[in-house]
């Protein structure tokens, strides 16, 4: 039998108002590929910090022994000096340098007075070689796919010999061929004898990569099992408590007229000199539910972001809402025409951190709360609580602050925030990135219902099942065209995925 690379025991981790940790048992071998399983807010993340010094020894009661040592980190400098690295969602690179740059950026190779170029890129060379990246460690970070960087991010931490490598949600912002490189690389550094932990909410992925799982809920933990005793089902059903039945609650629903219509659309954006939107035509009718589908890089998001006036530039074509030719320039016309846009990047667009969950969720839409000129906190909560108990948000209270909301919750914040604005058309862009099976499910029967009521919505998203199981029309987009459109009932994977490498290079989709 392998022995432990590490022990955590008997942990329990508490913020005013929350128990994150309730006595949790967690134990990983030697060598492994272990899964974090849980649903939203179940404290995954927080084990992970408890673990890596975010949270210093003191903050928290019970034990950590890593390979049969008690340790008491008092930061993340002592957890990176015992062998412990973590990768987070949002990546800590700088796009502007290079990528040997990048690998060595908190280094000795980098703090020298004189830097040694030669060396510092034979060094990176190495790295990459050693995992078989052919990129060129000159090449400027912010060149390469999302998928690379997050590659470049791992050889970051094995540079700082990681033994433990901690990824939490490394895939939630990858296309599928990206997780296929990431997933093979994890598979190599297993049999080099490196130990993982593995948070995801795609349990598919779950199932072929790890060796155990553990599952929390509630800060508690459920189970540890080996994989061959697991199917995605068993999973789903430890983690939430119940069995679920169906994925997606697609109901027929009656499209009506058109509500918007984009004629030769094209969109030059200023900020970055380049042409996002080429000649795009397509129409969404009321209470249709329009899936954008493609690969990463596609030009889904910036053509979104152009309609809704985010983005300065110029622009050619017609845009027609429910009936009339508008000309939209910046978001407040949007919002005032009847368009919602719930955006990927919910840290960057989508909240403001550091204000309460009731502010936020009105924050699109404040003159609801101001029926008097100033803003009424009873009629905030009341909206805040309605929406939020739509959606089953975890939170110990309304007024706690955004930042301390799993990632999951906080999602489901943005998308509250928006739907208080009742639009017309309702453009979401990846709304289930981070979250977990069961909120998907009521993120999409909230989607459903919405249709039913008339609103017409455009999903943007990167997840194949839930393009198919959730949309009306799919239209798919590659290099900032429209390649193809299919119904419901024409719609499969393959057929998606040939208008999505349409005009493309074949090797440009595969990462190496
Ligand atoms: N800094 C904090 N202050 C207060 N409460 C917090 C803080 N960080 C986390 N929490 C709470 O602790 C609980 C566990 O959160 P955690 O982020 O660990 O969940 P998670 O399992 O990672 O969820 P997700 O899948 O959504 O990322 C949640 O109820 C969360 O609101
Ligand atoms: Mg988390």
Known sequence: MKTYALQMEGITKEFPGVKALDDVTFSVRKGEIHALCGENGAGKSTLMKVLSGVYPSGTYSGRI?????????????????????????????VPEMTVAENIFLSSDLMRKKIIDWNELYAQAQYWLDQIGLSIDPQTKLGELTVGKQQLIEIIK???????????????????????????SLLKDLRAKGVTCIYISHKLGEVITLADSVTILR????????????LTEDKIVTKMVGRTLTE?????????????????????????????????VSFSLSKGEILGVSGLMGAGRTELFISLFGGYPGKKSGEVIIDGKTVDIKKPSEAIQAGLAYV???????????????TKNSTLAA?????????????????????????????????????????GGNQQKVVLSKWLFTNPKVLILDEPTRGIDVGAKYEIYKIINELSQQGVGIVMISSELPEVLGVSDRVIVMSEGTITGELTREEATQEKIMKYA????????????
């Open 65 to 93: 022994v890593i390979n049969g040592k008690e340790v008491h980190f008092k930061d993340i400098k002592e957890s990176q000096d015992a062998g412990v690295a973590i990768i987070y969602q949002e990546l800590a690179l």
């Open 157 to 183: 931490a094995l540079t700082k010999k990681a033994e433990i490598l901690i990824l939490d949600e490394p895939t939630a912002a990858l296309t599928e061929s990206d997780v296929e490189i990431l997933i």
């Open 218 to 229: 509630d800060g508690q933990t459920v189970s540890t099992d080996s994989i061959e005793e």
């Open 247 to 279: 994925l997606f609650p697609y109901e027929k629903h009656d499209i009506g007229d058109p509500i918007l219509e984009v004629k030769n659309y094209s969109f030059h954006h200023g900020g970055i000199n380049e042409t996002v939107a080429k000649e």
């Open 343 to 357: 955006s990927e990047d919910r840290k960057r667009y989508g909240l403001v951190l550091g204000m309460e969950i």
């Open 366 to 406: 404040l003159q609801k709360v101001m029926p008097k000129g100033l803003i009424d906190t009873e009629i905030e909560m009341k909206n805040a609580g309605e929406l939020t108990s739509r959606m089953n948000l975890k939170a110990h209270s309304l007024e706690a602050k955004v930042s301390q909301l799993s």
């Open 501 to 512: 490498t349409a005009g493309r290079d074949k090797n440009e989709s595969n990462i190496i």
